[in-house]
T-cell receptor, first 116, second 114 residues
Framework: AQSVAQPEDQVNVAEGNPLTVKCTYS??????LFWYVQYPNRGLQFLLK??????LVKGSYGFEAEFNKSQTSFHLKKPSALVSDSALYFC??????????????FGTGTRLQVFP | DSGVTQTPKHLITATGQRVTLRCSPR?????VYWYQQSLDQGLQFLIQ???????AKGNILERFSAQQFPDLHSELNLSSLELGDSALYFC?????????????FGPGTRLTVL
């Protein structure tokens, strides 16, 4: 079965420092991976996705993610954190185990807190 | 703004009641997905429709049902409500039923069952 794990409930980082939010995956076959962000009282916003190709994927708001097949990881990164980046981040994998569906399986989420 | 709209934003009701949540996908999107977000279960996939047809079911209770209409909007019906059904319900849409397409989420409907 497809799954993703986000090992950290919360990540704290100072503004201006680099940030990493971790995600590992378990899939049979090729992984199709996504990152979403949820701000308070808002829906999820798409940040970036990995389907195939370059292992470094660039997304919205200066975020990027590195796909590592050997470590089955898809960590979200940003070179310089902003206070406004504080939010809940979800890693997700496309579940293609059933024919004709492309539903997402989400991790438990990681709360990012950026301190001024 | 993702282009996905959901109504109502908030819903407060009593146990045993029935409610309907409505979702309008982005213009041109054929696939609609429903997810439930709760503190104890996290984000869980409920059901997917593609161009009016049910495509996949997840952890959706028998008391819950959904449909997608010819104009592609979707409704999620929750009946015989229990306290544990209190959650944030999200609708998402994507262009088609393809694995590479990202899903765009609506703002959600917060359901409170008293």
């Amino acid at each position: 079965a497809q799954s993703v794990a986000q090992p950290e409930d919360q990540v704290n980082v100072a503004e201006g420092n680099p940030l990493t939010v971790k995600c590992t995956y378990s899939v049979s076959g090729n992984p199709y991976l996504f990152w979403y962000v949820q701000y308070p009282n808002r829906g999820l916003q798409f940040l970036l996705k990995y389907i195939t190709g370059d292992n470094l994927v660039k997304g919205s708001y200066g975020f990027e993610a590195e796909f590592n097949k050997s470590q089955t990881s898809f960590h979200l990164k940003k070179p310089s954190a902003l206070v406004s980046d504080s939010a809940l981040y979800f890693c997700a994998v496309r579940d293609i185990s059933q024919h004709n569906t492309d539903k997402l399986i989400f991790g438990t989420g990681t709360r990012l807190q950026v301190f001024p | 703004d993702s282009g996905v709209t959901q109504t109502p934003k908030h819903l407060i009701t009593a146990t045993g009641q029935r409610v309907t949540l409505r979702c309008s996908p982005r213009s041109g999107d054929l696939s609609v997905y429903w997810y439930q977000q709760s503190l104890d279960q996290g984000l869980q996939f409920l059901i997917q429709y593609y161009n009016g047809e049910e495509r996949a079911k997840g952890n959706i209770l028998e008391r819950f049902s959904a449909q997608q209409f010819p104009d592609l909007h979707s409704e999620l019906n929750l009946s015989s409500l229990e306290l544990g059904d209190s959650a944030l319900y999200f609708c998402a849409s994507s262009v088609a039923n393809r694995f590479m397409d990202e899903q765009f989420f609506g703002p959600g409907t917060r359901l409170t069952v008293l």
